[in-house]
């Protein structure tokens, strides 16, 4: 299955979801040798799948744990220029689901993923307060403090 990702004129759209994993006030997050900066566990959702699917299989992924989704908790609709030599400069517009996770009292994570430029990934238990850059930057204000409604959040960064 291919992934939601498509040309738009000069630019991209992609369709993705990310999970919000939290145990003891902890997110996690992850990172990789090519960027300084943290991001949400997740990835694009595949022609066929719904984000649901495409979140439970994105956590196993890049987990080794099978999770189920306790809820939808927002919708964040982005415009940022892409960092990556697939997509250096390219505006990219992404519309991601964010999806709180059931985690297991016995979870223990192991990472075993790629980004798509075969970059080796890492995981890492991060506090809210923490001195790295995370993405997405509302996980440090809105995630714990969040009502039970879904929110949808817009970042413009052009």
Known sequence: MQDMCVSCGNGIVNIRVGAIIIKDEKLLMVGNDQSNYLYSIGGRIKMGETAEE???REVFEETGVKMSVDRLGFVHENYFYGDTSSNLNKLIYEISFYFYMHVPNDFNPVSQSFTE?????FLYWVERTTSRIIYPKFFRTDILNS???V???VTDSR
């Open 147 to 149: 009502s039970i409604g």
């Open 54 to 56: 495409a979140i439970i």
């Open 117 to 121: 430029l075969q970059n080796r990934e």
């Open 151 to 153: 929110q949808h959040i």
